[in-house]
């Protein structure tokens, strides 16, 4: 079979890559398919054409495959949020941990490392803290909403279309959001309909309402609500902010954060708070930490304490020990580990969590954290004292080979890698195998119905 572009062709999905779609091979020519599971026959069009591989979009499924679930969300074939909702999740679970076997084999180079299975999420739905709704002033009709003629394509706020920066779907109901959130998102629906101001357009950059952030304390079970606007109308947001304190206890901060930036991305200029603190607090274990708008804070809080207990099985502190942590953030690693170690250091680029990082050591009252703002390249060669025990836990992008050059130079005992992304996880371990034994990586499911795994790495010195 010769595959065109822009022609459609039937294919058999046999397989999911890496990246959550499906596969299928006329012929042994790899083609990549969103929205399809293992088994499904469809009918699909070239959309991207290499020598070596191709790209398909999704018209119909001829023949729906046995793994092929109904998802829960209705959103779910068409918002960029849960892809993998009609797969079940003991399946999801599979695949993820085969990812991460195939990442280490075919781009690491690493065929016998020991991956065990994955540790699996408590909640596969309302699992996530903080989730970030956009505005639209012509928001994107689903199927059905076409064909009602009642329906306007008028303000919608929720979340994008996959592929698009401009295309907001007008999410009712989220099913991985905790349930009082989609009541505070449809009253905010409402005000903002009958406010006579209109949604953000990201094509000309016009109309006032942007986005609303919404976070959630487990341990707590508070709320933090952000309206983020293009400009000022305290009057506005204020009655919004009123309305919401009255009819939610839970509601323990509201702001206003204003942004001109032509970005679609929710980050302020300025910050105004309208109710309560300007943070909420959340407990990973015994510790506490302050949630400000815009820190970093893993998104499944529940499974974060299962991560981070791996982590401190893996780094198997006595009390007498050196910990090094790169990439530290708001220093929730360190605060955890601090009570099992002599000292822990924290690198962190970003001032603002450096700040986080030594205001949330204070609240514990831990006096063992030091945290020191940077590039890692540079402050590392700074730092006399030389770490028995490094904690790397990266972006997405993995380590800068600079940084692994360091890491290699200074030669602790042991490396425990946290990472969000098996490709990069792969690619730097390979360069830290000539001097470091793999022992094991353990996978543990941050994010159910995506193609996302976190996992924990152990590293020997050899």
Same mark, same amino acid.
């Given at each position: 079979?010769?595959?065109?572009?822009?022609?459609?062709?039937?294919?058999?999905?046999?397989?999911?890559?890496?990246?959550?779609?499906?596969?299928?091979?006329?012929?042994?020519? $790899?083609?990549?398919?969103?929205?399809?599971?293992?088994?499904?026959? =469809?009918?699909?069009?070239?959309?991207?054409?290499?020598?070596?591989?191709?790209?398909?979009?999704?018209?119909?499924?001829?023949?729906?495959?046995?793994?092929?679930?109904?998802?829960?969300?209705?959103?779910?074939?068409?918002?960029?949020?849960?892809?993998?909702?009609?797969?079940?999740?003991?399946?999801?679970?599979?695949?993820?941990?085969?990812?991460?076997?195939?990442?280490? !084999?075919?781009?690491?180079?690493?065929?016998?490392?020991?991956?065990?299975?994955?540790? $699996?999420?408590?909640?596969?739905?309302?699992?996530?803290?903080?989730?970030?709704?956009?505005?639209?002033?012509?928001?994107?009709?689903?199927?059905?909403?076409?064909?009602?003629?009642?329906?306007?394509?008028?303000?919608?706020?929720?979340?994008?279309? $996959?592929?698009?920066?401009?295309?907001?779907?007008?999410?009712?109901?989220?099913?991985?959001?905790?349930?009082?959130? /989609?009541?505070?998102?449809?009253?905010?629906?409402?005000?903002?309909?009958?406010?006579?101001?209109?949604?953000?357009?990201?094509? /000309?950059?016009?109309?006032?309402?942007?986005?609303?952030?919404?976070?959630?304390?487990? !341990?707590?079970?508070?709320?933090? =609500?952000?309206?983020?606007?293009?400009?000022?109308?305290?009057?506005? =947001?204020?009655?919004?902010?009123?309305?919401?304190?009255?009819?939610?206890?839970?509601?323990?901060?509201?702001?206003?954060?204003?942004?001109?930036?032509?970005?679609?991305?929710?980050?302020?200029?300025?910050?105004?708070?309208?109710?309560?603190?300007?943070?909420?607090?959340?407990?990973?274990?015994?510790?506490?930490?302050?949630?400000? !708008?815009?820190?970093?804070?893993?998104?499944?809080?529940?499974?974060?304490?299962?991560?981070?207990?791996?982590?401190?099985?893996?780094?198997?502190?006595?009390?007498?020990?050196?910990?090094?942590?790169?990439?530290?953030?708001?220093?929730?690693?360190?605060?955890?580990?601090?009570?099992?170690?002599?000292?822990?250091?924290?690198?962190?680029?970003?001032?603002?969590?450096?700040?986080?990082?030594?205001? /949330?050591?204070?609240?514990?009252?831990?006096? /063992?954290?030091?945290?020191?703002?940077?590039?890692?390249?540079?402050?590392?060669?700074?730092?006399?004292?030389?770490?028995?025990?490094?904690?790397?836990?990266?972006?997405?992008?993995?380590?800068?080979?600079?940084?692994?050059?360091?890491?290699?130079?200074?030669?602790?005992?042991?490396?425990?890698? =946290?990472?969000?992304?098996? !490709?990069?996880?792969?690619?730097?371990?390979?360069?830290?195998?000539?001097?470091?034994?793999?022992?094991?990586?353990? $996978?543990?499911?941050?994010?159910?119905?995506?193609?996302?795994?976190?996992?924990?790495?152990?590293?020997?010195?050899?």
């Amino acid at each position: 079979m010769t595959i065109k572009k822009r022609k459609a062709y039937e294919l058999e999905i046999i397989d999911l890559a890496f990246g959550g779609r499906g596969l299928a091979k006329p012929d042994g020519f $790899p083609i990549f398919i969103d929205r399809c599971v293992p088994g499904d026959v =469809v009918f699909a069009k070239i959309t991207k054409k290499k020598k070596s591989w191709a790209e398909g979009k999704l018209i119909e499924i001829l023949k729906q495959s046995p793994l092929r679930n109904q998802g829960k969300c209705q959103y779910c074939n068409f918002c960029g949020g849960c892809k993998w909702q009609q797969i079940g999740y003991d399946i999801q679970l599979e695949y993820k941990k085969r990812h991460v076997i195939e990442s280490m !084999a075919h781009i690491g180079g690493l065929k016998d490392v020991r991956v065990n299975d994955v540790i $699996p999420s408590d909640r596969i739905y309302e699992y996530r803290n903080k989730m970030e709704f956009s505005c639209s002033s012509k928001r994107w009709l689903l199927p059905w909403e076409l064909e009602n003629e009642e329906i306007k394509k008028d303000f919608g706020i929720g979340l994008h279309v $996959p592929g698009t920066f401009d295309k907001v779907i007008d999410i009712k109901q989220c099913e991985i959001m905790p349930a009082l959130g /989609n009541k505070i998102l449809e009253d905010v629906r409402v005000f903002i309909k009958e406010s006579g101001l209109s949604g953000y357009n990201l094509k /000309n950059h016009e109309g006032f309402w942007r986005f609303l952030m919404l976070r959630h304390s487990v !341990a707590f079970d508070t709320w933090m =609500v952000n309206v983020v606007t293009r400009v000022k109308k305290i009057d506005v =947001v204020q009655n919004l902010a009123d309305l919401l304190a009255q009819k939610y206890p839970q509601v323990k901060s509201i702001l206003n954060s204003i942004t001109d930036s032509k970005s679609g991305v929710a980050f302020d200029k300025e910050e105004i708070i309208l109710f309560g603190e300007d943070h909420i607090k959340e407990k990973l274990g015994k510790f506490e930490f302050k949630i400000s !708008a815009n820190s970093f804070f893993q998104t499944n809080t529940r499974s974060c304490e299962k991560l981070y207990s791996k982590v401190s099985e893996y780094a198997a502190l006595t009390g007498n020990e050196i910990v090094m942590d790169l990439y530290s953030g708001t220093g929730t690693i360190p605060i955890w580990l601090s009570d099992q170690a002599k000292m822990v250091y924290g690198i962190e680029i970003v001032k603002s969590a450096v700040i986080d990082a030594r205001q /949330n050591a204070g609240l514990n009252g831990i006096e /063992n954290c030091e945290f020191f703002e940077g590039d890692i390249k540079d402050v590392l060669p700074r730092l006399k004292q030389k770490p028995d025990v490094m904690i790397i836990d990266p972006p997405r992008v993995g380590m800068h080979k600079d940084v692994v050059g360091q890491v290699l130079l200074i030669g602790p005992e042991k490396i425990v890698y =946290v990472s969000c992304n098996p !490709a990069t996880l792969a690619r730097d371990l390979e360069m830290l195998a000539p001097e470091y034994e793999i022992r094991e990586i353990q $996978p543990i499911d941050m994010f159910p119905h995506t193609y996302h795994i976190e996992s924990v790495a152990l590293l020997i010195k050899k």
